[in-house]
């Protein structure tokens, strides 16, 4: 892996940072050169990405080593990255008894605006997130995805350069989760905002990144564009007119790597001879090839073969399993 430096073409760089609270580890010596892109940072529950979020932000001390956010060396100039940079926290912090308006306000205010421009930017960024008419009315009656649109609001209210969003989907209902990633969208491609998104959803990271970088107990696992990933190794999808047991134990007799997948034959693909020992045990068999072709692997193929191939966790979730 490339060493990370403090260069400007990168967003965010780490070289061996590390991360322990006693003898539990956190972040393992992380080597990160992040693009300006949407990024993903997927792994399970516990795997870190919390913890690398908060050091990034300069919220937390790293035990070891180094990290830099738009360029800066984040230990020496936490405050004025923060300045630069949005970021929407997993955890329901917001205050209950103010209006939207007031407090979106208030954290543009924070950020330098003058008193009138802050609160016209409120106004401005509540109606991009969909609660232009929910403004005035106190938080503390919000819905789950309201509240998450809400913090999300206060996240891009002085129009960062890069933003953190940590499990922004978490507890929103499929159609408060879809219109929430369609927002993460916009922000990236229209208002060309730099994204970096937390999240153990592997159908969210799919849909809104192009760079992912998956962590498995604080190490760094993955760390590569989502197209690179999926053009690595494929599998040939075939389907027959004839019995498919038969075919894929004809297929291992030639000493080729095949498994059933309902009706489906997935064949591995190690070299152009597997296609001539698809088409003769066709033959041999006298059955017709229905289908014959590859198999991009999935962003959930990937996750598989690296992380549960390190002896990792099951599979992340495709869809969310907690509702509003």
């Not at 800066?72 to 329901?92: C, F, H, K, L, W």
């Not at 308006?101 to 509540?126: C, K, T, Y």
């Not at 978490?170 to 159609?175: A, L, T």
Request: charge should be negative.
């Amino acid at each position: 892996m490339t060493a990370a430096t403090s260069s400007d073409q990168w967003m965010v760089s780490t070289r061996a940072l590390h991360k322990a609270y006693g003898p539990i580890i956190a972040l393992d010596t992380l080597d990160l050169n992040l693009p300006r892109s949407a990024v993903g940072l997927l792994g399970a529950n516990g795997a870190g990405k919390s913890t690398l979020i908060k050091g990034l932000l300069g919220l937390l001390r790293p035990t070891s080593g180094k990290a830099w956010v738009l360029g800066t060396d984040v230990q020496a100039n936490a405050v004025s990255i923060r300045e630069r940079v949005g970021y929407m926290p997993e955890s329901d912090t917001l205050p209950m008894d103010v209006t939207a308006a007031d407090f979106v306000g208030h954290m543009a205010e924070m950020s330098g605006l003058p008193a009138r421009g802050a609160r016209q930017r409120a106004n401005d960024v509540l109606y991009q997130v969909g609660l232009d008419e929910e403004r005035y009315r106190l938080i503390r009656g919000f819905s789950t995805g309201m509240k998450q649109r809400v913090k999300l609001a206060q996240a891009i209210v002085h129009d960062p350069e890069l933003v953190f969003l940590d499990e922004p989907t978490n507890g929103m209902d499929p159609q408060g989760r879809d219109d929430m990633l369609n927002l993460i969208n916009r922000i990236h491609n229209n208002l060309g905002i730099t994204v970096i998104l937390s999240s153990h959803i592997l159908g969210d990271v799919e849909r809104v990144c192009d760079y992912v970088v998956m962590l498995d107990s604080g190490r760094l696992v993955v760390s590569d564009s989502i197209e690179t990933l999926r053009q690595g190794s494929t599998d040939i999808l075939v389907r027959i007119d004839g019995n498919e047991t038969t075919f894929v134990e004809r297929l291992t007799a030639r000493q080729i790597k095949a498994e059933l997948s309902g009706h489906d034959i997935l064949v591995a693909y190690e070299s152009d001879e597997v296609y001539d020992a698809i088409r003769d045990t066709a033959v041999d068999m006298g059955v017709a090839l229905r289908t014959l072709k590859a198999r991009e692997r999935s962003l959930e193929d990937v996750y598989i073969q690296t992380v549960s191939g390190i002896g990792g966790p099951v599979p992340l979730p495709v869809e969310a399993a907690n509702v509003e």
